[in-house]
């Protein structure tokens, strides 16, 4: 009984596709591979997700390194350029002589193809804004919660979804708070579009 009804609504569905769709018309089918092709390139890779380790390149008075693993959503490219301009939002993990605390950031970020817009290695920066969930690490003090970021570096496509950076980040709390030392790291990311 239930294979029968399976059948009969298989048969019932040809029937009204054939019925709606006619025979093949190979300059309709080309017009829809187009139109699928472009809606799935607009789809896929649009988003990534990586993580950076960051180690400070300057002598500091403790040991210091960054673990970061963040989400990336890539906008439309900006007319007439090849800028692509994207959101992030981080969580970070900031290790100072063993000690750890917590960052959330969220900032815009841009890229820009080298040789061209099919080119594999991209120009990178971003801003961002910062929330330190712990400012003061003893003889290391950030100031406040509130810092800011910004950085620079380059970025290469290692297959059709995977790619590997370096960035030169600055982060620093602007002088809203007396104490102000900023902490310069270079990061090296890996990370997978999708």
């Given at each position: 009984m239930k294979l029968g009804r399976f059948l009969y609504l298989t048969l019932s569905l040809s029937l009204f596709m054939y019925s709606a769709y006619g025979e093949p018309n190979p300059e309709k089918q080309q017009a829809l591979d187009y139109s699928l092709d472009e809606t799935l390139s607009k789809l896929f890779l649009k988003n990534l997700i990586a993580i950076r380790h960051g180690t400070p390149s300057e002598k500091q008075i403790l040991p210091i390194h960054t673990k970061e693993i963040f989400y990336?959503?890539?906008?439309?490219?900006?007319?007439?350029?090849?800028?692509?301009?994207?959101?992030?939002?981080?969580?970070?993990?900031?290790?100072?002589?063993?000690?750890?605390?917590?960052?959330?950031?969220?900032?815009?970020?841009?890229?820009?193809?080298?040789?061209?817009?099919?080119?594999?290695?991209?120009?990178?920066?971003?801003?961002?804004?910062?929330?330190?969930?712990?400012?003061?690490?003893?003889r290391k003090k950030y100031g406040g919660p509130i810092h800011w970021t910004y950085a620079i570096g380059l970025k290469t496509r290692l297959s059709v979804n995977t790619f590997a950076s370096y960035m030169w980040q600055h982060m620093s709390n602007g002088?809203?708070?007396?104490?102000?030392?900023?902490?310069?790291?270079?990061?090296?990311t890996l990370g997978i579009h999708f």
């Open positions: 990336q959503r890539r906008l439309n490219r900006l007319s007439g350029t090849l800028l692509t301009p994207a959101l992030e939002i981080s969580v970070s993990e900031l290790n100072v002589d063993g000690e750890k605390g917590y960052i959330y950031g969220f900032g815009p970020s841009a890229s820009i193809p080298v040789g061209g817009s099919e080119g594999s290695v991209h120009f990178t920066a971003h801003g961002k804004i910062h929330y330190l969930t712990r400012d003061d690490y003893g002088d809203v708070y007396k104490r102000n030392p900023a902490l310069e790291t270079h990061t090296m």
